[in-house]
């Protein structure tokens, strides 16, 4: 179903006068919405991935937090409605002003987010071919992990992987 929006746009014209012009914009659902992973599916995979990276690298495994995955779900659905990716939430927040509000207690903690990846195995490779986002996934500082993914309102699927430590 398409969505109409009226914006008003105020052009200056001539000293302190403006005038306000309407403009009118439909904005259509996408046509090709990608499918929503199993969520449990998805999570056990991307473990299993990121651990055998962190065993070639000679680190220990990490584990499913639930109380991670639940912060980076809202977080995947507060990019999916903006259709953005990013590292900022709600209210501007971080990761680290989000884990507090969460009254997740960490001692360290860091995130991986990405979008349009139809898989986990394709989100996971785009983190890796990322120096930032491959430091995270081999840092020696955690072991705690949590996932959130969620189709936005453009139809793609945005993902959230966070790490900590307790």
Excluded: C
Aim: no cysteine; proline share 5%; net charge positive.
């Amino acid at each position: 179903m398409a969505r109409r929006a009226l914006v008003r746009l105020a052009l200056r014209h001539g000293p302190q006068r403006h005038v306000l012009v309407p403009i009118y914009f439909t904005v259509s659902p996408p046509r090709h919405r990608q499918k929503l992973p199993s969520f449990s599916a998805s999570q056990a995979r991307l473990l299993q991935l990121t651990n055998r990276l962190r065993a070639r690298h000679r680190l220990g495994p990490v584990r499913i937090s639930n109380g991670l995955s639940k912060i980076a779900e809202m977080h995947s659905r507060y990019q999916g409605s903006r259709a953005r990716s990013s590292h900022k939430g709600r209210r501007g927040f971080h990761l680290k002003d989000r884990l507090k509000e969460a009254h997740f207690e960490f001692r360290y903690a860091s995130e991986n987010v990405a979008a349009g990846q139809p898989t986990v195995d394709e989100a996971f490779r785009a983190w890796k071919g990322s120096k930032g986002h491959l430091r995270n996934m081999l840092s020696p500082r955690v072991d705690l992990m949590g996932l959130g993914l969620s189709t936005g309102w453009d139809g793609r699927l945005y993902w959230t992987q966070l790490f900590a430590s307790r």
